[in-house]
């Protein structure tokens, strides 16, 4: 259901085309519909149909993975932080990616010195959709580093086919130009002294 490229209304459609029977020739004894979350019109049209809440199943598994990830911070870990898991729980509808990056959340938060007072509210404001909360967090990116992100990522998909990505690939992002760069920038041949310079560098550490 998540992968659905249709609006609510043409898949609607599909799906009850697809649960009808068609015929001796090729009847559908087995007609069964997957989805992370509860969609209310899916729910109010399949209505009489048998159905297993999967996330109800679930969700004694979520909370105790919710426990662990916070008892795994213990120098960041809120006072209700038991409250707190019940309520990502309660909000995750068994998605345990969008529970996992919540907690993450709620202690990078608590690192950060934010008033623990607020975590209630934080969570409840939270998108609910993982797209929606994935563009939340990288919101919260400085934008040096996902310009810096996003020139790394633009080498490794247009590489020379066999070269190796490494640090002195990188050694010029202190010097970032514009959209263009680094393919229409002049060509620099190394020292060896520059060499073991840049290999000893700050972007050492990122691609290790």
Known sequence: MEQNNYDISELMRRLMGWCEDK??????????????????????QFSARE????????????????????????????????ELSKMICSQAHGVFLWARFVVKDTLEAYTDGVDPGTFRDRIEKTPVDVFDLFAKILQRVKETDREASATILRLAAFQPSGFRLNTLAC????????VDFPFHAPAKLYSAEETEKLHRGPFNDWLL
Do not use: N
């Not at 050694?171 to 514009?178: Q, S």
């Open 23 to 44: 015929g001796d020739k090729s009847p559908v004894k087995i007609k069964m519909i997957f989805s992370s979350r509860i969609i209310p019109i899916l729910d109010s």
């Open 51 to 82: 159905k297993i809440v999967l996330h109800v199943h679930t969700k004694r598994d979520m909370f105790r993975s919710a426990l662990s990830h916070f008892k795994s911070h213990p120098e960041a870990i809120p006072d209700d932080y038991i």
């Open 171 to 178: 050694a010029w992002l202190v010097d970032l130009g514009g």
